[in-house]
């Protein structure tokens, strides 16, 4: 009679009491869900800028707009002016560093080329030297001829050069483009 309650016992005390809820979680139920949520935000940490790379063709021209430089007798034939276009892309806080300035150079007729006034090297301002009919660079000695190719000095390619258009006796520049190396050369 003492063996049937021993094992009467036993018994009871491997079925869980179904009236204290749900069992206690373990320590590698814990770890194994854990791994899983971590392994989880890992995995969206790096499609992010994946993504990113594969929808900028998209969004880079959302970033971009027409935007008039000025009348076409603003710029005289074989001559280079500095004009200045207003970012389409602003917030409140930009100020004055919204307004961009570029590099016209007119070569006749309704044929230009308007160039961003940063230097290829590290971005210093480049000006023009009518009498040399140079740009050059105050900061490495970067030197660029008049079409904007590389002349000598550091920078690695020639002057990024803007999109244009001509349209109803304005210049137009299309606004947003950022003069960097991801660029075709």
Not at 39 to 54: D, H, K, Q, R, Y
Request: hydrophobic share 40%; glycine share 10%; with cysteine.
């Amino acid at each position: 009679m003492t063996d049937e309650r021993n094992v009467d016992r036993g018994a009871a005390a491997t079925v869980p009491d179904e009236s204290r809820g749900s069992a206690p979680v373990s320590r590698r139920s814990f770890l194994f869900t854990l791994g899983i949520v971590l392994n989880a935000i890992a995995a969206v940490l790096f499609a992010v800028p994946i993504i990113g790379f594969v929808l900028s063709p998209v969004r880079r021209r959302a970033w971009q707009a027409w935007i008039a430089l000025g009348p076409l007798t603003d710029f005289p034939e074989h001559q280079t002016r500095l004009a200045t276009y207003r970012n389409p892309f602003v917030k409140p806080w930009d100020g004055d560093t919204a307004n961009l300035p570029c590099w016209v150079r007119r070569l006749g007729g309704e044929k230009f080329q308007v160039f961003a006034i940063n230097c290829a090297h590290l971005g210093c301002p480049v000006r023009w030297f009518p009498e040399s009919g140079l740009f050059m660079c105050p900061c490495h000695g970067g030197v660029y001829y008049a079409d904007g190719s590389r002349a000598s000095g550091p920078p690695p390619r020639g002057l990024f050069e803007y999109e244009y258009k001509v349209e109803s006796g304005q210049l137009w520049v299309r606004g947003g483009q950022l003069p960097t190396l991801t660029e075709p050369v």
